[in-house]
């Protein structure tokens, strides 16, 4: 395969748009450690196979039967001429930049000098090859699994219209499905508390609460008291709505049993060592109960 406009590709080879939402977007333009560092093993792989066929080619030049500076065409190789080396080596230079590969990048800034004075060997790209190859060793990459990488990269499928009902949770929504994807389940328990905290600060406001400490506590203790008091209830909110969403959250306490702590006045991870059925279980009953405040909270 030519990767020379080939577009970036997935750890596991299909290809992921950027990532152009999320924490990172809206501080400033900055980009998290995590975004900067996503690696594309196939992508490389590809790039080190290209620089091999350019060693190639420059050995055919130096034994006399090919120039790659002269343009010739018609030899069954796909790097057939300087402009094809130089759109390579550009590609070959971002790729480094992106992983940060320090030292490859200075050696890949050496040979682009090289191929512009026409004056590029075989051993300067072997050079580049055996230093993308050395760095690549001294680093652990971690790989999502195949059936998470949607997760990871698209951590917003799914929770559109909840996104669209309490835009401040996004941020919460992205970084527990990454941290899920990432096997980091207490992270994602974490957050995943985080986005119905922002459901029951929203719901607190329209049943009244003035408790400075807005979340689940305060939320809870105001739907308790208006089941029970249902003259209370404000006019614009139906009485089955109070019920059902104090029955959620009784549903919600359940199966959080202990591993989430209500006493301190909103929600705190009490249990680690989440196992992903577990971690799972508690975003499934948050994104349950979201989708029932985004549906019917007016």
């Known amino acids: 395969m030519n990767i020379l406009n080939a577009p970036t590709r997935g750890m596991i080879g299909e290809s ?5 939402s999320g924490p990172h977007r809206r501080l400033g333009g ?6 900067l560092l996503r690696f594309y093993a196939h992508t490389l792989m590809e790039i080190v196979e290209d620089l091999r066929l350019l060693q190639g080619e420059l050995i055919q030049g ?11 065409y018609g030899a069954p190789m796909r790097l057939r001429n300087a402009t094809d080396a130089s759109t390579l080596l550009e590609k070959t230079l971002q790729e480094c930049n992106r992983v940060l590969l320090v030292q490859s990048a200075k050696q890949c800034k050496l040979v682009i000098e090289r191929l512009n004075d026409k004056q590029l060997k075989s051993f300067e790209v072997d050079a580049l090859v055996q230093a993308i190859e050395h760095e690549l060793e001294s680093r652990v990459f971690l790989s999502v699994p195949p059936e998470r990488v949607d997760q990871f990269a698209k951590p917003t499928n799914g929770w559109a219209e909840i996104i669209a009902a309490f835009p401040d949770a996004q941020e919460d929504v992205e970084e527990m499905n990454k941290g899920f994807a990432l096997s980091r389940y207490t992270a994602a328990v974490f957050h995943s508390l985080l986005v119905v905290e922002h459901g029951l600060i929203a719901l607190g406001k329209r049943i009244g609460i003035t408790d400075p400490k807005a979340g689940w506590d305060a939320t809870y203790k ?5 089941v029970n008091n249902r003259a209370s209830v404000p006019a614009d909110l139906d009485f089955n709505f109070i019920e059902q969403t104090k029955a959620r959250m009784d549903s919600m306490k359940l199966a ?15 249990k680690t060592g989440f196992s992903d059925v577990s971690a799972e279980e508690v975003i499934v009953a948050c994104r349950s109960f ?4 985004a549906e019917n909270l007016p």
């Open 290 to 293: 979201m989708r029932f405040l």
């Open 222 to 226: 105001r739907m308790s008291w208006l």
């Open 30 to 35: 900055l980009v998290t450690l995590l975004e």
């Open 256 to 270: 959080w049993r202990n591993k989430i702590n209500h006493a301190a006045g909103r929600l705190i991870v009490e």
């Open 16 to 20: 992921v748009a950027p990532d152009t």
């Open 62 to 72: 130096e034994l006399g039967t090919r120039n790659i500076f002269r343009g010739v």
